[in-house]
Structures are given as C-alpha cells and as structure tokens.
T-cell receptor, first 114, second 115 residues
Framework: DGGITQSPKYLFRKEGQNVTLSCEQNLNHDAMYWYRQDPGQGLRLIYY???????QKGDIAEGYSVSREKKESFPLTVTSAQKNPTAFYLC?????????????FGPGTRLTVL | AQKVTQAQTEISVVEKEDVTLDCVYE???????LFWYKQPPSGELVFLIR??????QNEISGRYSWNFQKSTSSFNFTITASQVVDSAVYFC????????????FGRGTQLTVWP
C-alpha cells in the first residue's frame, strides 16, 4: 500500500540533544513538507522540498534542519537551538508543486522534551 | 499575505444535529485553491475536499457539503445529521496558484459530537 510513514510515533528527548524524525513516502511524489502542530495553533510550515537535493525554509525554520538526498525520504532534525521543540510533527507529500493537488499526510511524530 | 481564519475554536453538538464550520480566507491572488482536512484523534490529517478559485459551485458528498462564496471570501463546511465519528479537528487551508505548493492553514475547529 502506498503512503507516508513517520517514525517513531512518540519520541522523548533530553534538553540539549539533537533528534531526527523520519519521513518516508512510496507515492513517488516530488514534493515533501514538514509541519509543526501546537495546541490551538493549527499547522505551521517548517521546511519543504520540491525536488531532490533542494529545500526551502518555511515560516518557522529556526532550530530545524532537513535533507533531501532521496526522493522518498525527507528527514527532519530538531536541533538543540530549537527553544521549544515539544510538539506534534507532521510530514506530507504531494505529486508536484501543482497547486491543485492535495497534500497527503503521515501519521505524525509526537516529540516531548524532558 | 495569505491568511485563513477559523473563528470557531470548539463546537459541541448532539448526534443528528447539523453543524457548520466557518472558514474565511485572505489572499490577493486571483488563482488559488482551498482545502478542508479532518484530523481524528489518531492525528493523521485526512483530505476532504479541494476547490479552485474559479469554481464557486457548492458541493455535496453524502452528509458533507461545502459552500464557497468568493464575495465573502468564505468556504464553509456543513455536516448534516452529525455522528459521533465526525468528532475531530477540522482544518481549512489555502494554497496560492502561483507559487510552490505550500498550504496555509487555519487554526482548526474542534468538533465534538455527543451521543
């Protein structure tokens, strides 16, 4: 079955540690996205990528980094510079940058900083 | 700038009631796309509908219907005869027609349907 997988589902991190969230898709989509969700705040865009080896900052990129070495993979690293990383992180993909196509979402990773 | 406003933070209804979720958007683009997503307690966003700015026809899909009005920049979502399984957070989103495919989301409306 085609879809987007995110791992792990729950992640705990100590302050000062970097952590990487995985996002893999087998939909052959070109574009991939990372969103952060906080209670009552909706989804905010962190980074997005339209093609391999290229990505752009979203609205809240500070304290995060990404890579896009393969079409199917778009990992997100939450660095120690991110001051308030506890949140729900959602990865998404879409066929291309075409505006008409909807984005497909993964199940999310809930990150908690202890 | 693009902006999506969902003024209703939480709505509670009793099963079989009709409920309308409001969405107001702002954009200066003439071409744009609007979306509704459902987020059940599991967390994954589920796509419900998309509409482009040139198509103001209302749409009905089973118990769901959408009313798009450019004159008031609104794209409201109505659930008829609500059911407990409709309980979720619902997001309205906007995508510009002229740029990369990022979405601008509203803050969401938490709908609770009581039995």
């Amino acid at each position: 079955d085609g879809g987007i997988t995110q791992s792990p589902k729950y992640l705990f991190r100590k302050e000062g540690q970097n952590v990487t969230l995985s996002c893999e898709q087998n939909l052959n989509h070109d574009a991939m996205y990372w969103y952060r969700q906080d209670p009552g705040q909706g989804l905010r865009l962190i980074y997005y990528s339209q093609i391999v080896n290229d990505f752009q900052k979203g609205d809240i990129a500070e304290g995060y980094s990404v890579s896009r070495e393969k079409k199917e993979s778009f990992p997100l690293t939450v660095t120690s510079a991110q001051k308030n990383p506890t949140a729900f992180y959602l990865c998404a993909s879409s066929p291309r940058g075409d505006s008409y196509n909807e984005q497909f979402f993964g199940p999310g990773t809930r990150l908690t900083v202890l | 700038a693009q902006k999506v406003t969902q003024a209703q933070t939480e709505i509670s209804v009793v099963e079989k009631e009709d409920v309308t979720l409001d969405c107001v958007y702002e954009t200066r683009d003439t071409t744009y796309y609007l979306f509704w997503y459902k987020q059940p307690p599991s967390g994954e966003l589920v796509f419900l509908i998309r509409r482009n700015s040139f198509d103001e026809q209302n749409e009905i899909s089973g118990r769901y219907s959408w009313n798009f009005q450019k004159s008031t920049s609104s794209f409201n979502f109505t659930i008829t005869a609500s059911q407990v399984v409709d309980s979720a957070v619902y997001f309205c989103a906007l995508r510009r027609g002229s740029t990369l495919g990022r979405l601008y989301f509203g803050r969401g409306t938490q709908l609770t349907v009581w039995p």
